[in-house]
């Protein structure tokens, strides 16, 4: 028998048979993966294949398949399932070998496990149906890995990284009025920190998306000592940049980051040479060199200051805030003093190399780096080096190309049918989003990792516009982008209620938009701007604008 339960999901298997004898015995297969109509039996990677012996009772008997532990994810750095649980596995497909009686549905059931999770609180239709098929995976994704209600990497390890839990912890905001898994993943990693510089730094820009979205300081305040260490200010030369590789990382610099190893800086991940790649292949860097004075991880340190800077303002800590403005735009100028070949207009990849990867470009342009004047030459060579970056470096090339408001590239990317796609990730046969674009990028990969599923935040966030202007989401931006897209319509949840926007678009020709914002809050909505000759017309009437660029810009929209 061959079952089908239609997702892949952390589960166990309850099931209904009848033995006619004691001595019945079936063999019972679960997998993530298919192969010529059967289960995998030989998937590869972490993509996870078990089998399972069962005596069965004389007489109709429930049955639950007591799943067996994996060695490495039950390890003493990995997240335990609670014993009241128990353990599960990630299966899609149920093979039933040596049962001869017959089979209803309802003698089978996947036994799923979630953190509490609404689907209702979101939706999101296009008239672009990869588009729709991304949402949906990506949304999934942010159930499907709620399974130890904190945000891990995946299925292999079942470890809580700052990467992979910032990319969930936007998902999830988008996708569910849930704010309290995404703050325990950051609280219980202010404490347990991963070796990559970059996932330290990371902490600093999880705090304030906590606040961002939900107006409460509390975190904030509790670990504001610990989010100063995070900025790794003391790794700082005497232009303000910092490095790993200068001697600056002292036994009290780790000891204040909660950190007892070896901090290395990543850009992406995989690197080549590694976890199965061959030293020839170029892992997922764009050829990245790593000198001394890296630019990723400075474009990291500038955003974290910055949003020290933001939360020592809302917490009332004066100094500290005069302070780190003042860094930051310190560490703006010499940054792109030092990092930005201003003949190409383009970042290198650090202080003694010429060499300009995608990386070095579009973490700056994320991270609200580049000078107005550079932007279409950062744009350009962005565009022009493509998907040459993880699932992980791509959330950071959408909000890269996004907000450089190169609205018709960030559709192309969001439903590309490529190998190197989310797409992909649906036509491999995965019903949650994968660690890497395909198991030739990361032949140990699993299927069940929630940093390739940046498209549930960039979709509302980006694409349709929606994100808070000020913590709470008092104020929201509401700015869509949506190319050459013809329709959308969208549920997002904040915590003051849900925003409700569809529009109709014909582009350079019009572009009409039903917004429904939440009580007690305003909006700044942006429009598209072709030219002065255009009508902005809200609920029938003429409207003033301001224009910024290529949008007419209309602010203090109430609710309703």
């Not at 532990?69 to 899609?92: L, S």
């Not at 700082?236 to 490095?243: F, H, V």
Request: with cysteine; aromatic share 12%.
């Amino acid at each position: 028998w061959f079952i089908d339960f239609g997702k892949d999901a952390f589960a166990q298997l309850r099931l209904t048979l009848f033995g006619k004898v004691a001595t019945d015995t079936i063999l019972i297969h679960l997998g993530e993966a298919v192969k010529d109509g059967r289960i995998n039996r030989t998937p590869g990677g972490t993509i996870r294949y078990s089998v399972y012996k069962l005596a069965l009772k004389a007489g109709w008997n429930t049955y639950h398949v007591a799943i067996n532990p994996d060695k490495r994810n039950t390890g003493q750095q990995a997240v335990r399932m609670p014993e009241y649980i128990g353990e599960v596995t990630p299966f899609r497909y149920c093979e039933i070998e040596g049962y001869s009686q017959p089979l209803e549905k309802n003698q089978l059931v996947q036994e799923t496990v979630f953190y509490p999770f609404d689907e209702t609180e979101s939706y999101f239709t296009s008239s672009d149906t990869v588009l729709n098929k991304v949402w949906d995976l990506c949304k999934y994704s942010m159930k499907a890995t709620s399974f130890l209600g904190v945000f891990v990497d995946g299925d292999r390890e079942r470890i809580p990284y700052e990467a992979d839990a910032l990319i969930n912890q936007l998902g999830f905001y988008n996708v569910v009025r849930d704010y309290s898994i995404g703050r325990y993943s950051h609280e219980y990693l202010i404490h347990r920190p991963t070796w990559p510089t970059e996932w330290i730094l990371q902490s600093v820009l999880m705090a304030w998306n906590d606040y961002l979205y939900t107006g409460n300081k509390e975190l904030l305040a509790q670990f504001y000592s610990d989010l100063k260490a995070k900025a790794l200010l003391p790794l700082a030369d005497e232009s303000g940049l910092i490095s790993t590789k200068t001697g600056k990382v002292t036994p009290e610099v780790l000891e204040s980051i909660h950190f007892n190893g070896t901090l290395k800086d990543i850009v992406d991940w995989p690197q080549s040479g590694i976890l199965g790649l061959g030293k020839k292949e170029p892992g997922e860097t764009d050829g990245f060199i790593f000198k001394d004075v890296n630019t990723v991880v400075n474009a990291y340190h500038y955003q974290s200051v910055v949003q020290l800077a933001q939360i020592a303002k809302a917490l009332n800590r004066t100094d500290d805030q005069t302070q780190f403005e003042a860094l930051a735009i310190k560490l703006k100028e010499i940054f792109n003093e030092k990092l930005l070949d201003k003949k190409r207009g383009v970042y290198v990849d650090g202080i003694g190399t010429d060499h300009a990867s995608l990386h070095a470009n579009m973490f700056p342009a994320a991270l609200g780096l580049v000078p107005e004047k550079y932007v279409p030459k950062v744009n350009s060579y962005i565009q022009s080096r493509g998907l040459a970056c993880s699932v992980y470096g791509s959330q950071f090339l959408m909000d890269a190309v996004y907000d450089g408001h190169n609205a018709g590239y960030g559709l192309q990317l969001l439903s590309s049918t490529d190998e190197r796609s989310w797409y992909n990730m649906i036509r491999v046969g995965s019903t949650i989003s994968l660690e890497a674009w395909d198991n030739k990028y990361k032949p140990n990969q699993d299927w069940n990792h929630a940093w390739g599923a940046a498209p549930a935040n960039i979709i509302p966030r980006k694409l349709m516009g929606i994100e808070p202007l000020e913590p709470g989401f008092s104020k929201i931006r509401i700015k869509p982008q949506p190319g050459n897209l013809a329709s959308a319509e969208i549920k997002t949840p904040t915590i003051r209620g849900e925003v409700l926007l569809s529009f109709k678009n014909n582009p350079q020709q019009s572009f009409s938009m039903n917004l429904t914002i939440p009580a007690n809050t305003t909006a700044e909505v942006y429009l598209p701007f072709w030219s002065k000759t255009q009508k902005v017309i809200l609920n029938g009437n003429a409207v003033k604008y301001r224009l910024e660029g290529n949008f007419a810009v209309i602010e203090n929209i109430g609710s309703g």
